[in-house]
């Protein structure tokens, strides 16, 4: 199965509050798992990735956790900001024949942070 | 660099015309792949190229859809005839040697409206 599925479909939350997006896939030969950040006009773009020998990745709010038994991985956005406002991708990969370099991305989620 | 140039990056055009839209990967970068962006069906893989060779086409939706690289900088994605249900998004992205998902670098995309 190549599906990743994403929930919630939109999210909205205060500013200085935690965005908490999840996914969750069922091919477990995916080894790679970023997320992507979209603004309205532009193309997405990678904001952090994990892989699975890993359980969690911070690179400053941001934080990855990704649980291996559950096939299921979450970002977390600490004190979220009106600039983070945006559409966000989970996505996973593997490296397996034809398959090296393609992304399977998740449905998106839409982040409204109020100020 | 000037990163992945799409364009045009609005296209409306009428039922049955033919549509050609272009993309201009990074310069050095080896793998370049097409997505199609919509609401109901998200960020889906049309179609990859390696060395300007395509390696997976699976994702294309049917024949009225072609896409070619003729040299390492340039790639098109044709539609020939246009239908309505193909308005969407469509983004180019492209990535080094090596890197397959993880160095993806998205242009910005070309909204197209079929009416």
């Known amino acids: 199965q190549q599906q990743v599925k994403q929930s919630p479909q939109s999210l909205i939350v205060q500013k200085g509050g935690i965005s908490i997006i999840n996914c969750a896939y069922e091919?477990?030969?995916?080894?790679?798992f970023p997320w992507y950040q979209q603004f309205p006009g532009k193309g997405p773009a990678l904001l952090i990735a994990?892989?699975?020998?890993?359980s969690e990745k911070k690179e400053g709010r941001f934080t990855i956790s990704f649980n291996k038994s559950a096939k299921q991985f979450s970002l977390h956005i600490m004190d979220s900001q009106p600039g983070d406002s945006a559409t966000y991708f989970c996505?996973?990969?593997?490296?397996?024949?034809?398959?090296?370099?393609?992304?399977?991305f998740g449905q998106g989620t839409i982040l409204t942070v109020h100020p | 660099d000037a990163g992945v140039i799409q364009s045009p990056r609005h296209e409306v055009t009428e039922m049955g015309q033919e549509v050609t839209l272009r993309c201009k990967p990074i310069?050095?970068?080896?793998?370049l792949f097409w997505y199609r962006q919509t609401m109901m069906r998200g960020l889906e893989l049309l179609i990859y190229?390696?060395?300007?060779?395509?390696?997976?086409d699976s994702g294309m939706p049917e024949d009225r859809f072609s896409a070619k690289m003729p040299n390492a900088s340039f790639s098109t994605l044709k539609i020939q005839p246009s239908e309505p249900r193909d308005s969407a998004v469509y983004f180019c992205?492209?990535?080094?040697?090596?890197?397959?998902?993880?160095?993806?670098?998205f242009g910005s995309g070309t909204r197209l409206t079929v009416v």
């Open positions: 992205a492209s990535s080094g040697p090596g890197q397959g998902a993880r160095g993806y670098t």
């Open positions: 994990i892989r699975p020998d890993v």
């Open positions: 091919n477990t030969a995916f080894d790679y």
């Open positions: 190229f390696n060395n300007n060779v395509p390696i997976d």
């Open positions: 310069s050095g970068h080896d793998y």
């Open positions: 996505a996973a990969s593997y490296a397996g024949g034809t398959s090296y370099g393609k992304l399977t």
